[in-house]
Nanobody
Framework: QVQLVESGGGSVQAGGSLRLSCAVS????????MAWFRQAPGKEREGVAA???????NYADSVKGRFTISKDNAKNTLYLQMNSLKPEDTAMYYC???????????????????????????WGQGTQVTISS
C-alpha cells in the first residue's frame, strides 16, 4: 500500500522559511517522478516543484529561486525547502508520485505540466502553510 505523509507545515510571517517533508512507503519512488503541489481556497491545484529519478528538477515560475525540492533516498523522504515566503504562498501543500500508467511514457517535466496534477496518481493528505504579511 502506497503511503505519502507530509509534515512541516505551519504559520510564519512573510520573508520566513519552512521545510516540508514527505515520508514515502510502499512505493519505489527512487525510480520515478515525485512532486509538490499546492491548493489555495477557491483555486485550482497547481504544481510547485518536481524531481525526477536522476535528480533533475522543475519549478513553477512563481517559486523559482525561493523553493528547493530534494529527496533522501536512504530515508525515503521528499523535501521542499521554502524561503522568502510570501502571503500568496498560503495553501495546502501535497506531495505526489507519478501515476503508474504514465511510467515510461511521460518524463517528469511533462507530467508536471498536466493541469491540476493529473499526471500524478498517489497523493498525501496535505500540510497547511499559512504566511502572514
Amino acid at each position: 500500500q502506497v503511503q505519502l505523509v507530509e509534515s512541516g507545515g505551519g504559520s510564519v510571517q512573510a520573508g520566513g522559511s519552512l521545510r516540508l517533508s514527505c515520508a514515502v512507503s510502499g512505493y519505489t519512488y527512487r525510480s520515478t517522478c515525485m512532486a509538490w503541489f499546492r491548493q489555495a481556497p477557491g483555486k485550482e491545484r497547481e504544481g510547485v516543484a518536481a524531481i525526477d529519478s536522476d535528480g533533475s528538477t522543475n519549478y513553477a515560475d512563481s517559486v523559482k529561486g525561493r523553493f528547493t525540492i530534494s529527496k533522501d533516498n536512504a530515508k525515503n523522504t521528499l523535501y521542499l525547502q521554502m524561503n522568502s515566503l510570501k502571503p500568496e504562498d498560503t495553501a495546502m501543500y501535497y506531495c505526489a508520485a507519478l501515476r503508474d500508467s504514465l511510467r515510461g511514457i511521460y518524463n517528469c517535466a511533462r507530467a508536471f505540466t498536466v493541469p491540476a496534477g493529473g499526471g500524478f496518481g498517489y497523493w498525501g493528505q496535505g500540510t497547511q502553510v499559512t504566511i502572514s504579511s
